[in-house]
């Protein structure tokens, strides 16, 4: 398989945490957000969205959406398992995990900040605002869901990473970015020290790919 991704990408970030996880290798391949490389004929063809990541499978079959490929992940080699085996449980770590992939990525990725920028006129500082605002609307979401919650242990939910985590991570990376300040959310500090202790979270991180940049 190969993986289409960007140093940076959240969520290229969240399937490289997922394949580390499952111990699977694949071919990396990489797509420079900044200069538009997404935006190629060649790499529209894969992915009309024009986003990272995308996974070509063996058979040519390409997959996109970063949390549809980590349940494809998870399907074909079910050990260790990212998401609960209760169905109340698998809907808990699906939802957490849609706070930071759902509510705060999409407007606080490269291409709204991108279009805040030049269509309203914003500075580096209304663009960084404006992201901090986002990040700072779900943490509080996510830290009410977590803390003192029956089901939160080690990690988002119990005591192994799940789906959740894969995708809170990435985000609070990029909360650091933006000068977020994270002693706001104790519960999701904690959970995030937890997770990259776990050396498929720490090899997975942006400044550790390949294609990374200062």
Same mark, same amino acid.
């Given at each position: 398989?190969?993986?289409y991704?960007?140093?940076?990408s959240s969520?290229?970030?969240?399937?490289?945490i997922?394949?580390?996880l499952?111990?699977?290798?694949v071919?990396?391949?990489?797509?420079h957000?900044r200069?538009?490389?997404?935006?190629?004929p060649d790499?529209?063809?894969?992915?009309?969205?024009?986003?990272?990541?995308?996974l070509?499978?063996?058979?040519?079959?390409?997959?996109?959406? @970063?949390?549809?490929i980590?349940?494809? /992940?998870?399907?074909? #080699?079910?050990? *260790?398992?990212?998401?609960? =085996?209760?169905?109340?449980?698998?809907?808990?770590?699906?939802?957490?995990?849609?706070?930071?992939?759902c509510?705060?990525?999409?407007?606080?990725?490269?291409?709204?900040l991108?279009?805040?920028?030049?269509?309203?006129?914003q500075?580096?500082?209304g663009?960084a605002?404006?992201?901090r605002?986002?990040?700072?609307?779900?943490?509080?979401?996510?830290?009410?869901?977590?803390?003192?919650?029956?089901?939160?242990g080690?990690? @988002?939910h119990?005591?192994?990473?799940? /789906?959740?985590?894969i #995708?809170?991570? *990435?985000?609070v990376?990029? =909360?650091?970015r933006?000068?977020?300040?994270?002693t706001?959310?104790?519960?999701?500090r904690r959970?995030h020290?937890?997770?990259?202790?776990?050396?498929a979270f720490d090899?997975?991180?942006?400044?550790?790919?390949?294609?990374?940049?200062p």
């Amino acid at each position: 398989m190969k993986l289409y991704g960007y140093f940076r990408s959240s969520a290229a970030f969240r399937v490289r945490i997922a394949l580390n996880l499952k111990g699977i290798s694949v071919d990396h391949a990489f797509r420079h957000l900044r200069k538009g490389e997404q935006s190629t004929p060649d790499y529209a063809r894969l992915n009309p969205q024009k986003l990272v990541p995308a996974l070509q499978l063996d058979n040519g079959e390409v997959l996109t959406q @970063s949390l549809a490929i980590v349940e494809y /992940l998870n399907e074909i #080699a079910p050990e *260790p398992p990212l998401l609960p =085996a209760d169905p109340v449980g698998r809907a808990r770590a699906r939802a957490l995990a849609l706070i930071p992939a759902c509510e705060i990525h999409p407007i606080q990725n490269l291409r709204v900040l991108g279009y805040v920028r030049e269509k309203y006129g914003q500075d580096e500082a209304g663009v960084a605002a404006w992201a901090r605002h986002w990040i700072g609307t779900g943490f509080e979401a996510y830290e009410s869901s977590v803390a003192g919650h029956s089901a939160t242990g080690m990690f @988002s939910h119990g005591d192994r990473p799940t /789906l959740a985590d894969i #995708a809170l991570v *990435p985000q609070v990376f990029n =909360a650091a970015r933006f000068q977020v300040d994270m002693t706001r959310y104790p519960t999701i500090r904690r959970i995030h020290e937890a997770c990259m202790k776990l050396r498929a979270f720490d090899l997975a991180q942006p400044s550790k790919q390949p294609d990374a940049e200062p």
